[in-house]
């Protein structure tokens, strides 16, 4: 798993090391100096003329040791200082690398006597504000990133210290306005606000250093939040003396009449997964469609006026995960099928779609004092709907909006974005940054939904099958994309390479 920080986890790393393992903080900035220098002349980027941009606190620091060291090293840089003249308004840090800088002779400037007309700068480093930043930039400074912004369309290579300026380091947020980077150097570890969006379209290539902070700092706590790396990818055994319900037994209640491909990808996902067996409750209409392209599955139908809850009761017995939603509508008769689900079994349980919406509506007594493992899988207008809240709230802190419903229902969210989160009950949570923009299609949300429930049936943990299911959806059409491409993209391209997830 890689560490994902919120600006309070870093800070506190950062006074760790500094404070527990005596490395003093301008061995750290030097640290971090050097490896911005170092990464410039990796990566062979045009040196010609270096603008590098600094503000008064530690970021700022940072820049001013980054122009210090590309100077020595015989590249023509020079200063654009945004911050306060008075030097008591600096960080200490900041200040004793800009005293160092007049020592060095490093030109140094001011807003007010910077002509960015002339300025002809092909690399301008963005060292403004940090990770610290928590609130709207100014006019002053929106003035001075939209010049930075406007001199990067114009062709000049914008590479941001730590994070862009005017990212919020836990949301992504835009605070006012932020800069459009090519590149950014985080140290240590990356943060939230790099992958989450709207900052990981500012961050763009993210290169993360080592500057001497690392997990001893945690002093055994460990980050609250991690993302899954293909090397974290379970590998669930096939043993040789084993049969098909050793691996699990899945009944997935989807489809209705009209609307009979949802079920057929969550069956064909779950079994892809490894599921050692699949039943589908579904519409009559959905029998032939499901049993002659997916002739495993098993397959009980109800009508379009009720369901036999015997019917239902047998398939419920007969299964080791219930998984409900995708293509049932909300009528009475589908709340019916999720009521019964959750009130007369204790088997774990994947709740989608429509039954997210019928969920709401019973919530109160449906989901009292339950200890089962729930997982609800709902993408962001689903989630307004059930928390009653407007669609940019939740998009303005998706990571809160999943906690606080995990929380006060105690069960898993896999509230579902361009970077999908997980979290459960606890304070720990997951962050999804596998898949691409081809997902953008029908029958992707069913997909993940079959994937969850078969990774279930195999006796993963529930966060588990929910991260990794998660993962395990974008990292097939990641490999699918190479083959098809994102404007070809299909649910049923991501389930065929679901197979090379397991190899």
């Known amino acids: ?197 709207p900052g990981a379209e500012h961050t763009g290539r993210l290169i993360c250093t080592d500057i001497g902070i690392n997990d001893r700092a945690f002093m055994d706590s460990g980050p609250a939040c991690t993302a899954i790396e293909p090397s974290d990818l379970p590998c669930i055994h096939r043993k040789d003396y084993s049969n098909k319900g050793t691996y699990g037994k899945v009944l997935i209640a989807a489809g209705s009449k009209d609307i009979g491909g949802c079920a057929l990808l969550a069956v064909k996902a779950a079994f892809a997964c490894g599921a050692g067996m699949v039943r589908v409750f579904t519409h009559e209409a959905n029998r032939d469609l499901i049993l002659n392209n997916c ?49 007369r079994s204790q088997k774990p349980l994947v709740i989608d779609a429509d039954a997210i919406y019928l969920l709401k509506e019973h919530e109160d007594h449906l989901l009292k004092n339950h200890t089962r493992d729930i997982i609800i899988t709902p993408h962001i207008m689903e989630m307004a709907g059930f928390l009653d809240i407007e669609k940019s709230v939740i998009l303005d802190d998706i990571i809160h909006a999943a906690r606080i419903t995990a929380e006060r229902l105690n069960l898993i969210c896999v509230l579902k974005d361009t970077r999908t989160v997980i979290t459960g009950p606890s304070s720990r949570y997951r962050l999804n940054t596998s898949g691409n923009n081809g997902m953008a299609c029908a029958g992707m949300g069913d997909t993940l939904f079959g994937i969850i429930a078969g990774l279930l049936a195999q006796k993963l943990p529930a966060f588990d099958a929910a991260s990794y299911g998660a993962f395990i959806h974008g990292h097939a059409a990641d490999k699918a994309v190479l083959e098809v491409g994102k404007s070809a993209l299909s649910a049923r391209d991501v389930i065929s390479y679901l197979k090379e997830c397991f190899e």
Not at 153 to 167: F, K, M, N
Not at 312 to 318: C, D, G, K, T, Y
């Open 295 to 343: 002739p495993e599955a098993m397959v009980d139908t109800h009508s379009d006026i009720y369901f036999e809850e015997r019917k239902l009761l047998e398939a419920m017995e007969w299964a080791d995960v219930l998984a409900i939603g995708p293509g049932i509508t909300r009528s009475s008769s589908s709340a019916g099928m999720l009521k019964l689900m959750l009130e």
């Open 1 to 197: 798993m890689e560490a994902i920080l919120t600006a309070a986890e870093m800070s506190k790393l950062d006074e760790t090391t500094i404070n527990y393992f005596r490395v003093p903080p301008e061995v750290l900035m030097e640290r971090a100096a050097l490896s911005v220098a170092d990464i410039i002349a990796k990566e062979g980027l045009d040196t010609g003329d270096v603008l590098v941009i600094c503000g008064s606190g530690n970021n700022g620091g940072d820049g001013f040791a980054i122009a210090r060291i590309l100077t020595e090293r015989g590249i023509n840089s020079h200063i654009l200082y945004t911050g306060k003249s008075d030097p008591s308004s600096m960080s200490r840090q900041a200040r004793l690398q800009k005293e160092i800088c007049y020592k060095y002779e490093v030109p140094m400037e001011t807003p007010g006597d910077f002509d960015w007309a002339s300025d002809g700068s092909t690399l301008i480093i963005d060292a403004m504000f940090g990770i610290g930043l928590n609130r709207p930039l100014d006019e002053k400074n929106i003035d001075i990133v939209k010049k930075i912004n406007e001199a990067g369309a114009d062709g000049a290579y914008i590479l941001s210290v730590d994070i862009p300026s005017g990212i919020a380091t836990d949301t992504g947020k835009v605070l006012g306005a932020a800069v459009k980077a090519d590149m950014t150097v985080t140290f240590g570890y990356k943060k939230q606000g790099h992958l989450l969006y």
